[in-house]
C-alpha cells in the first residue's frame, strides 16, 4: 500500500477548509508513501499536483494518468467535513468499488455526523450530554414558550446533519428563537435545539496508535464570540490555551470518557471530542471524525503538547490502521 489519495473538498461550506487539511496531512505525512491529493465535488473528482495541474480521476476504481503511466490508488484518507465524507457516504461508496480506507466507517460517520442521533446515541450508554429537543420540519415544533420553558434562555439551535458551524445560533431572546430555527433548516433537514451549558468548552484528539487507543492532550476553547462559531474557529476569534487550564483529575476523566466513545462508536484514525465542563461534570457537545487539521486547527496544536510531530502521529496511525486492512 504505497499509494495513498487524500480525497477531500466535498459538497458543504468547509470545502477550502477540508483542502486546507487535506494539503497538510499530506505535506507532512510519512516519506516512505506517495500521497496524492483528491479533490472532489459535483462535478467530478481530480488530483491537484503540486502546480496546481488537475488530472481526471477513474471515479470507479481510482485510478488515473501521470506521465503516461497508470497510478492506483491502494489506500484512501477521506478528509472531507460534511458531505459526503464525514457523513460516511464515500466511505461506504470506496466499499463498493474495493478501495481500502483508513477512516471510520459508514455507520461509525454517520452516527457521529448527526448531533442528535449521536449524543442520544451516548446518552444511552450513561455519558452527559444537554437536554435537547428535535426538530424533524420548521412548521411541526413545540411553541416558543414550551421551548424556552423546558430548555430556559439562553439556548442553542444547530442543524442536526451539518458538519459545519454554519446554521448554529445561540438565542438570546425569545424573539430570535423562530429566526436562528429557520437558518439551522437552511442548513440541514432537522435541527436539535439544546440546553445551553455554562462552563469550560474543552477538546480532546483521539487516536489508535502503537499502544492501543490514545488521547491527546486537552485543548481550552475561550471564543471571542459567543460561542466557537466558524469566524472563532478559523479566522482566529477564539483562545486556544493548551494543555486546557482544568485539574489534573478532571484532564483524565475527559480523557477516559473520549477514549471510551471512541471505542464504543468502533471510531478509527484521528478523532475530535469535544466537551463543557458544568459544574465539574463533562457533558459530551459533540463527536468529530474529521477534526479540522489545516495549520491553524486544534489536533495539530494537541500533538505538538504530546511532544509529537504531525509525521509521527501519522506513522503511528497508518502502521495501526494498514495492519488492520491486511488482516481483514
Known amino acids: 500500500m504505497k499509494n495513498v489519495g487524500i480525497i477531500a473538498g466535498g459538497y458543504s461550506s468547509e470545502f477550502e477548509i477540508s483542502v486546507l487539511s487535506a494539503t497538510n496531512i499530506k505535506e507532512n505525512f510519512p516519506s516512505e508513501y506517495t500521497v496524492y491529493l483528491i479533490l472532489m465535488n459535483r462535478e467530478g473528482w481530480n488530483v491537484r499536483?503540486?502546480?496546481?495541474?488537475?488530472?481526471?480521476?477513474?471515479?470507479?476504481?481510482?485510478?488515473?494518468?501521470?506521465?503516461?503511466?497508470?497510478?492506483?490508488?491502494?489506500?484512501?484518507?477521506?478528509?472531507?467535513?460534511?458531505?459526503?465524507?464525514?457523513?460516511?457516504?464515500?466511505?461506504?461508496?470506496?466499499?463498493?468499488?474495493?478501495?481500502?480506507?483508513?477512516?471510520?466507517?459508514?455507520?461509525?460517520?454517520?452516527?457521529?455526523?448527526?448531533?442528535?442521533?449521536?449524543?442520544?446515541?451516548?446518552?444511552?450508554?450513561?455519558?452527559?450530554?444537554?437536554?435537547?429537543?428535535?426538530?424533524?420540519?420548521?412548521?411541526?415544533?413545540?411553541?416558543n414558550d414550551e421551548i424556552i420553558n423546558r430548555l430556559h434562555l439562553p439556548l442553542f439551535v444547530k442543524p442536526c446533519d451539518s458538519g459545519s458551524s454554519f446554521g448554529i445560533s445561540r438565542v438570546n431572546k425569545p424573539d430570535d428563537l423562530d429566526t436562528a430555527i429557520q437558518n439551522a433548516f437552511k442548513e440541514g433537514r432537522t435541527v436539535v435545539l439544546e440546553r445551553f451549558l455554562a462552563g469550560t468548552e474543552v477538546t480532546c484528539g483521539v487516536y489508535r496508535g502503537k499502544n492501543g487507543v490514545e488521547a491527546l492532550p486537552l485543548v481550552e476553547i475561550v471564543s471571542e464570540n459567543e460561542f466557537f462559531d466558524y469566524a472563532a474557529k478559523y479566522q482566529?476569534?477564539?483562545?486556544?490555551?493548551?494543555?486546557?487550564?482544568?485539574?489534573?483529575?478532571?484532564?483524565?476523566?475527559?480523557?477516559?470518557?473520549?477514549?471510551?466513545?471512541?471505542?464504543?462508536?468502533?471510531?478509527?484514525?484521528?478523532?475530535?471530542?469535544?466537551?463543557?465542563?458544568?459544574?465539574?461534570?463533562?457533558?459530551?457537545?459533540?463527536?468529530?471524525?474529521?477534526?479540522?487539521?489545516?495549520?491553524?486547527?486544534?489536533?495539530?496544536?494537541?500533538?505538538?503538547?504530546?511532544?509529537?510531530?504531525?509525521?509521527?502521529?501519522?506513522?503511528?496511525?497508518?502502521?495501526?490502521?494498514?495492519?488492520?486492512?491486511?488482516?481483514r
Request: glycine share 6%; charged share 20%; proline share 5%.
Open 236 to 327: 482566529g476569534l477564539s483562545q486556544e490555551i493548551t494543555p486546557a487550564r482544568i485539574s489534573d483529575e478532571l484532564t483524565k476523566d475527559v480523557q477516559r470518557i473520549s477514549k471510551e466513545v471512541y471505542q464504543l462508536l468502533q471510531l478509527r484514525s484521528i478523532a475530535r471530542i469535544d466537551f463543557m465542563i458544568e459544574d465539574g461534570v463533562p457533558y459530551i457537545i459533540e463527536v468529530n471524525t474529521t477534526p479540522g487539521f489545516s495549520g491553524e486547527s486544534i489536533v495539530p496544536k494537541m500533538i505538538k503538547q504530546a511532544g509529537k510531530t504531525i509525521t509521527s502521529l501519522w506513522e503511528e496511525i497508518v502502521q495501526v490502521e494498514f495492519t488492520d486492512l491486511q488482516s
Open 49 to 143: 499536483l503540486t502546480d496546481g495541474t488537475l488530472i481526471p480521476v477513474d471515479e470507479s476504481n481510482l485510478t488515473f494518468l501521470h506521465n503516461e503511466q497508470s497510478v492506483k490508488i491502494d489506500v484512501a484518507i477521506v478528509y472531507i467535513h460534511g458531505d459526503p465524507g464525514e457523513n460516511g457516504k464515500l466511505q461506504a461508496y470506496l466499499e463498493m468499488i474495493n478501495v481500502p480506507y483508513i477512516n471510520s466507517g459508514p455507520l461509525a460517520s454517520q452516527l457521529s455526523f448527526d448531533k442528535w442521533f449521536c449524543n442520544q446515541f451516548l446518552k444511552g450508554f450513561g455519558f452527559k450530554v444537554a437536554d435537547s429537543i428535535y426538530l424533524s420540519s420548521p412548521s411541526e415544533r413545540p411553541t
